[in-house]
């Protein structure tokens, strides 16, 4: 079965602490794996994709096929992360097409100061 | 541009009513795909419209239909209202031929079924 598990609902952290918000997925083939994150307030928006290998506002996510993980991690969180933070993962198509999002539940991230 | 524009923001119906949402995709998008999310989950993919017809549809009943216009535009239509069906739809547009075809959200509608 396809699957997004993301086991944490919500993440409490300092100002300037490490966050690591954990990503499992389940997929027969092969998947793009997604974070997209919601702050107040406003739309769901895409953060990143694990193709692209970017770093966005200081967050990376690396895709780990053995373990199938794609954990969303960031070195020191700012009190402007604090937001609604979802994996999705849909089938990796590299020429368009149909592509459906298999979402996780959402970990909400809060940063205090 | 707007981005995906969604209508209307808020309704409250009663059970065995029947609704319509509906949603304008993102300039020079053709491809809308609506998603159901409950209150503390994740958005669900209920199904797919690409050259007005739907392509791929998730695990939701036939009270569930759509439709996409010549302009790309699309509606939801859900028959028979059920409590169950109190979510917040979200609609999401983008362009069936990009390489790594990214979805923008609209900004949802809140239905609400007393």
């Known amino acids: 079965a396809q699957r997004v598990t993301q086991p944490e609902k919500l993440l409490s952290v300092f100002k300037g602490a490490p966050v690591e918000l954990k990503c499992n997925y389940s997929?027969?083939?092969?998947?793009?794996l997604f974070w997209y994150v919601q702050y107040s307030r406003q739309r769901l928006q895409l953060l990143l994709r694990?193709?692209s290998r970017e770093s966005i506002k200081g967050f990376t996510a690396d895709l780990n096929k053995g373990e199938t993980s794609f954990h969303l991690k960031k070195p020191f969180a700012q009190e402007e992360d604090s937001a609604m933070y979802y994996c999705?993962?849909?089938?990796?198509?590299?020429?368009?097409?149909?592509?459906?999002?298999?979402f996780g539940a959402g970990t909400r991230l809060a940063v205090h100061p | 541009d707007a981005g995906v524009t969604q209508s209307p923001t808020h309704l409250i119906k009663t059970r065995g009513q029947q609704v319509t949402l509906r949603c304008s995709p993102k300039?020079?998008?053709?491809?809308v795909s609506w998603y159901q999310q409950a209150l503390g989950q994740g958005p669900q993919f209920i199904f797919q419209?690409?050259?007005?017809?739907?392509?791929q549809r998730g695990n939701f009943p036939d009270r569930f239909s759509g439709h996409q216009f010549p302009n790309y535009s699309s509606e939801l239509n859900v028959n028979a209202l059920l409590l169950g069906d109190s979510a917040l739809y979200l609609c999401?547009?983008?362009?069936?031929?990009?390489?790594?075809?990214?979805?923008?959200f609209g900004p949802g509608t809140r239905l609400t079924v007393l």
């Open positions: 419209y690409y050259e007005e017809e739907e392509r």
């Open positions: 999401a547009s983008s362009l069936y031929r990009a390489n790594y075809n990214e979805q923008f």
């Open positions: 300039s020079g998008h053709d491809t």
């Open positions: 694990h193709i």
């Open positions: 999705a993962l849909t089938e990796a198509l590299f020429s368009g097409g149909y592509n459906k999002l298999i």
């Open positions: 997929y027969s083939g092969s998947p793009e």
